[in-house]
């Protein structure tokens, strides 16, 4: 009995793992055609936390032109410049179009630091410089409801960003700043633009419990049936939304084998022995769950 159950566990979670990866293909909305940036804090957070989403939005038949913008070179330990260029190849393999969509910022106010918060307004001034175009007037994001009122819309060289939640997966305090840097520029980009939409969608990785943290693919049905309920506790809403509030991404075994690979292949330097257990249990490797933030 014991190595008969032996035997049809494994089975049976495989079979539910792809299973649900199929389902989660056909069911959950895509991005398609958008101008995409991925806002990181080190080089490996997009293989470590983001490859799901990664490996999905990079997809050719999508259409979408995906970026990854990083604030540090991570030279913590002194290897910024090896860090640099094991990021390069982590995108590329993970599926980004060239090494030239890849942008490391390097600035002392951006120090990499397990103890130190980066400034809100400085984030803000780097995505500014970086995203935001010169306003001009348009009709084709004026909300319906809304009259002339005679400002400007708002525009941004991005569809859509991408980045840590609040409480940044790991509560690192570089992860978390990326966050309220984020909320802050599109909050300025949107002030005085009454009656106009952002023109930017703000999705975030959103954080678990330990638990969930460490179950690697037992987590995907656990993510995939909470998604389902929250999308239909919102679909009764009456605002038309232009751009879907949650985004699931499940890797199959093929993209999961990828992520992987973007670890021990190109992030060489960063595979100590407590991140081979991450790359092997971490749910992020496998399942991404995004919320799109409201901002007000």
Known sequence: MQIYLALIIPVLILTCWLYT??????????LR?????????????????????VLALADPQ???????????????DGLGPMRKTELAQSAIALGLRNETDVLVIEDAAFPDSMTTAWDAA???NVLSRTFQASSTKSSSR?????????????????????????????SHPNHISLYHGAVAWLRGLMKGKTGWECP?????????????KYASVLDAPFTMLQCVLQSMASAGAKEKESMPKRLMYLSDIGAYRTAQKAMTQAHK???????WGWIGVGRYMVVNDLKRERIV
């Not at 055609?33 to 989403?53: G, S, V, Y």
């Not at 930017?200 to 969930?212: C, D, M, Q």
Request: glycine share 6%.
């Open 122 to 124: 400085k984030l803000a």
């Open 21 to 30: 990866a199929h389902i989660g293909r056909a069911s959950f909305p895509r």
């Open 200 to 212: 930017v969608a703000l999705y975030t990785l959103t954080s678990t419990n330990i638990l969930r």
């Open 62 to 76: 999508l259409g979408n032109h995906l970026k990854i913008l990083c604030l540090s070179s991570g030279d913590a």
């Open 269 to 275: 330097s960063q595979m100590r022995w407590f991140r």
């Open 142 to 170: 004026k909300q319906a409801g809304h009259s002339e009122t005679g400002n400007e819309a708002p525009i941004a060289t991005i569809d859509v960003l991408i980045t840590f939640d609040r409480w940044g997966i790991s």
């Open 33 to 53: 055609n958008k101008r995409i940036c991925l806002l990181i804090a080190h080089p490996d957070d997009e293989a470590m936390f983001f490859a799901p989403t």
